[in-house]
Each structure stands twice: as C-alpha cells, then as structure tokens.
C-alpha cells in the first residue's frame, strides 16, 4: 500500500505563486505516472497536470501556461509549481500516483490518492 501525502497549499493573493508537494510514502521501484487534480467548491474534481514516468508532462489548457510539474527523485517528491494565480485557482489540490503499469509488483499496483491541499487565491 502507498500512501500519498500532499503540502505547500496556503493563502495567496492574486497574482502571487505557490508550490505544491506530492510524496508517496515509499519507493516504488517501478514506473508510474503521477497526476494533479483539483477540485473547487461545488465543482467536479478536474484534472490539472500529470509528469509520466519519462518526465513527459501534460497541463489542462486553464493551467499550462501558468504551472509547471517536475520531479526531485532523491526526495522521492512531485512539485506543482502554480503561477500567476487567479480566484479561479481555489480549490483543494490532488495528488494521485498510478501505479498500473506491469512493471509494478502486484502488491503495489494500484491508484493512490493524496488527502489533498487546500489552496485559496484572493484578489
């Protein structure tokens, strides 16, 4: 089992930058992709971001040009870095680690979500 657990979300104000940490409580050893969701008040849980195994990475069309994704391997931990935030950016942050793949041991393949952040950008 793995457990995720997310940090770094806060107050901004508009226009101001925050940085989100993603980190599975173990080493997989396998190849995995790991995703960023959020989810606004009274709104559907939508995606945000993902970095594949590769460091291939893929932002929502709201987002792209304004976060960026990346991984520290020795810390085992994703990074959201949001800029340029808007009010439209409040929601509480997601991380999720798919561990499909074949490669992954059986005991360990599976979805795993994070508790979530919160972040709140007021103008």
């Known amino acids: 089992q793995v457990e995720v657990v997310e940090s770094g979300g806060g107050s901004v104000q508009a226009g101001g930058s925050l940085r989100l940490s993603c980190t599975p409580s173990r080493i997989l050893y396998c190849d995995y992709d790991t995703y960023w969701y959020r989810e606004a008040p009274g709104k559907d849980r939508e995606f945000v971001s993902r970095?594949?195994?590769?460091?291939?990475?893929r932002f929502s069309d709201s987002v792209k040009d304004r976060f960026s994704i990346s991984q520290d391997a020795a810390k085992n931990t994703f990074y959201l870095y949001m800029n340029n935030l808007t009010p439209a950016d409040t929601a509480t942050y997601f991380c999720?680690?798919?561990?499909?793949?074949?490669?992954?041991?059986?005991?360990?393949?599976?979805?795993?979500w994070g508790q979530g952040t919160h972040v709140t950008v007021f103008s």
């Open positions: 999720q680690i798919d561990a499909q793949k074949s490669g992954c041991s059986s005991a360990l393949r599976g979805i795993y």
């Open positions: 970095i594949d195994s590769d460091g291939l990475t």
